[in-house]
């Protein structure tokens, strides 16, 4: 493979997009998931040096990421498929306790972006809702959330296969997100100091 430009201008690895000197992929291990994953990305989000929806796709065997603002709706009703977006004012609910989808649709992007994806696309909003267990904390420290429960896309995708591919358990996928950011926190160590 050969290399790409990143946005920065710098030489980047194709496969994880990160620049050369700080890829990722040696940290990436394939793991199984029963339940499929699609991923909604907005384009801004894309571009962000920090993707960490990028990283999950690459490290699920069964994973799909989709870039745009505009998704066709046969990636979620094909199959029996649930959000993983918390629910809103007005919404149905959560999915039914012990039920078990064949795909987990996620919106990726900032807070207000993955709002729109979903506001923009009827099919998708109302899809059923699937709750991450209370109490998680975020490791994703060098980007701010606007809440104190805000995971970050990799993590969120993680805690939802943990649930519904249990007893299965998906804590090697977030290696490559734990280097990427030791590597951040220690890049502003160096700065600072």
Known sequence: MSCVSSPSGRLACPRCRRPVSHCLCAHVRILSNRTRVIVLQHPDEARHPLNTARLAVLGLADAELHVGLSFPSSLWEDEESWLLFPPEAGHAGTAAPGAR???????????????????????LAALPRLPLPPGRGSR???RRACFESALATIEAIAAALDTLDAP????ALLA???????????AARGAAG
């Open 140 to 142: 994703y420290t060098v």
């Open 176 to 186: 490559p997100f734990t280097a990427l950011v030791e590597g951040q926190l220690a």
């Open 168 to 171: 299965a358990r998906h804590d």
């Open 101 to 123: 989808p064949r795909r987990l649709i996620v919106p990726d992007g900032t807070w207000r972006q993955a709002r729109r994806l979903v506001r923009t696309h009827p099919g």
